[in-house]
């Protein structure tokens, strides 16, 4: 390039980042076009502004579609940022606007799902009726690549294992303990002593492999000579977990948050298995150097109010 990479970049628009953004998104430079409302003449054109600026070539066309160079990937990768950082700057001042308005997206992990995160919008929603809150469900290896590129305001659940990444920040909130749960009626139940091994036989209904949960599980069973059985079952889904435990002889394993009020109302037993190891902080990770809006510091001022009240829970059992 002729100038300085700086000097080129301020010229780039950003209809030209979105339009950047959404044809490698899309892998196709008309689909981009139709989910931004522009031709594809235009699109075509908003592109080649932006291959010309740079001096580079942003995309290729291949028999699977458009595909970006190793330059495009670059750009696209910081031009997601900007583009998110305007569109909470909008949010900003429409809460000024509209007053306690606004709008967070946040991901969540299973120890977060049944009671933190619930917990935590019902005081947000209460102190703040106009704000819109999106949450999205899933395991680590989703959820944090969507949060450094700007897709997400934070994320909650159990921290995971690998600390340090530059492009975020985490926040401890409480302890959780893993337990093991079954019906009412199991015949591990009556039981006089138990421990880890006598569980496998039964089948285990285990969250998936991407899961810190899952990895500190498989650890506490290494780490006890115990190898895990074929039989097991793996599910992210709360529901089909606990009806799974319902209806049949496994043995869930959870963040006890997660189905803490199931055993308080019997509907689920806790087996007398510890599970030390396999305990976790629960806690906020969020993008280093980066400014909640109002409507995120709001919903993180709530989590760590419920975090705090779970913690004082756990301390005085």
């Known amino acids: 390039m002729k100038d300085g990479i700086a000097e080129v970049s301020e010229r780039l628009s950003i209809r030209q980042l979105r339009t950047v953004v959404a044809i490698e998104a899309h892998g196709s430079i008309r689909v981009a076009a139709e989910t931004l409302n522009i031709t594809q003449p235009t699109a075509t054109k908003s592109l080649k502004e ?4 740079l001096g580079v070539e942003l995309f290729i066309r291949t028999n699977r579609g458009v595909l970006p160079t190793a330059y495009g990937t670059a750009l696209c990768r910081r031009a997601k940022l900007i583009l998110a950082e305007l569109r909470h700057a909008g949010e900003d001042i429409r809460d000024l606007q509209e007053g306690l308005g606004g709008r967070v997206v946040v991901g969540t992990l299973l120890a977060a799902s049944a009671r933190l995160l619930p917990l935590a919008i019902a005081r947000v929603r209460k102190e703040r009726p106009k704000v819109s809150i999106s949450v999205v469900e899933g395991t680590n290896d989703i959820l944090m690549p969507s949060l450094r590129l700007g897709d997400l305001d934070l994320v909650v659940g159990r921290l995971p294992e690998y ?27 009556a039981a006089e002593a138990l421990d880890l091994a006598d569980t496998i036989p039964w089948g ?63 509907k689920l037993a806790r087996l007398p298995v510890n599970l030390p190891q396999a305990a976790r902080p629960v806690g906020l990770t969020m993008r280093a150097r980066h400014t909640p809006s109002p409507a995120a510091a709001a919903l993180i001022d709530a989590l760590r109010a419920v975090g705090a009240e779970i913690r004082e829970e756990s301390l005085a059992n």
């Open 204 to 266: 285990l209904i285990l969250p998936p492999q991407e899961t810190t949960l899952r990895r500190q599980l498989e650890k506490t069973l290494r780490d006890s000579g115990i190898e895990l059985a074929v039989n097991a079952t793996e599910s992210i889904s709360v529901q089909t977990n606990r009806q799974l435990t319902l209806l049949t002889d496994a043995i869930s394993v959870w963040p006890y948050q997660v189905v803490r009020q199931d055993i308080l109302d019997g």
């Open 50 to 53: 932006a291959e010309k600026t």
């Open 163 to 189: 600390r340090g990444r530059e492009e975020t920040v985490q926040e401890v909130l409480y302890d959780e303990e893993t337990c093991m749960a079954v019906r009412p009626g199991h015949p591990l139940l």
